[in-house]
DNA sequence: GTCTATAAATTGATAGAC
DNA sequence: GTCTATCAATTTATAGAC
């Protein structure tokens, strides 16, 4: 019987709770340091160890293989993203100021680790991945409810008769291209000056608010 | 002596330049469309060999290692997209007709090549990688015509004082973001729906324009 | 130029002692 | 649980025949 079934069927048999846990978080967020910065093919299970200060062997001991580790440092990921993201719309104002704090927040979310949406969006976009959909399904992200938001405020007549689906997109890739394609707007829009970059982005906030708004606001 | 090294001194003694360039340019477009699909760490010289239809070993003999191979085809796929680009603006229309005559190209572009802006910003996103800045100044993408032309416009009234720079930011980020975010934006706004996104996409173009051109305009 | 054969190094994964 | 040792497969790259 292999030592990872084994585990699985008489867990922490030998060791306390807490330091199994103390062992399975560090090296789940060394996996994750490397995965992001890497990839899933760039990554090495070595440099996941070494990161975590512990032997190789034991990364297969708690994880059976590097798809199966993998697979948990993505779904953790893409969740806690998501969490935020979700949670970023318990604002208790009208639709321009949700639309503001909503973008407002996100940016700052993007801006704190700014690796992470390029390391989703690559590995979404890798062929085959049916990892992806399902841990998109299985994640709480829900737009319909955003969705709802925006049709009862253009029923209301609060603002213009546009697609949600649109606004939603267009919100997104506002925020998220600034970061994902900075290596090529720093250079060829900003001839590669990094400080000038920064001080663009601290700004941004300000600019998509006001081409969202502009979207939706009704021409009197 | 290696026979790189021979070759680079004494090229093309036994075979005809043509047959030459057809056996590189097989190597290439083999190279091409494996990189693309699997990035630098995730591609394989076996896999190219394979779809190229010849050895591994003129892998080697043509381009040295997997790394020249690589810089060779990145580079030969960037200025591809680059010229493109920076051939739409060979219009003769109003700043107006211009700016919608690039988006619909650009986005057209873009839907052919679907997943050649993910593999470039990916690859750009590499930490260490000054064969990105390389290749891009060495590119013919010069975005200070594009500026000069916005401002002559705002000097001359026709449109309102914007930052040239966020408006070039802002038309790529509408035009790339339903392309490299599709495995994304599919799944969680439009429910998976392959043909309803596609659908989308076709009139995405008057919608970008739509809302460049509400940030340009000058109210009444 | 193109091939076969193989080196040399890496890597994911397992066995087994403690 | 954690370690050392090692396997088996892969992968880049080279040597050498033709």
């Not at 062992?23 to 090495?44: N, P, W, Y």
């Not at 829009?189 to 969202?212: P, S």
Request: proline letters at 3%; a positive charge; aromatic letters at 10%.
């Amino acid at each position: 019987m292999t030592k990872w079934l084994n585990r699985l069927i008489k867990p922490n048999t030998q060791m306390s709770e807490k330091e199994k846990i103390n062992t399975e978080e560090k090296i789940l967020q060394a996996a994750e340091e490397i995965f992001v910065k890497d990839g899933h093919s760039g990554a090495r299970m070595q440099q996941i160890a070494d990161k975590a200060g512990i032997n190789k062997s034991l990364l297969h001991y708690y994880y059976r293989s590097k798809d199966k580790l993998f697979s948990t440092v993505f779904k953790f990921i893409f969740s806690k993203l998501a969490s935020d993201i979700m949670n970023i719309f318990d604002s208790e104002e009208d639709i321009f100021g949700k639309l503001e704090k909503f973008i407002e927040n996100y940016l700052r979310i993007l801006m704190k680790n700014p690796i992470i949406p390029m390391f989703i969006l690559n590995e979404l976009n890798k062929k085959g991945n049916n990892l992806a959909t399902i841990i998109i399904k299985g994640s709480n992200i829900n737009l319909n409810k955003f969705e709802e938001i925006i049709q009862k405020e253009i029923d209301a007549g609060n603002i213009k008769n546009i697609n949600p689906k649109s606004l939603i997109i267009n919100i997104l890739a506002l925020c998220v291209f600034p970061i994902i394609g900075r290596p090529l707007t720093e250079e060829i829009v900003f001839n590669g000056d990094t400080k000038k970059y920064d001080e663009y982005l601290g700004q941004r906030k300000d600019e998509v608010f006001a081409i969202i708004k502009s979207t939706i606001t009704i021409e009197k």
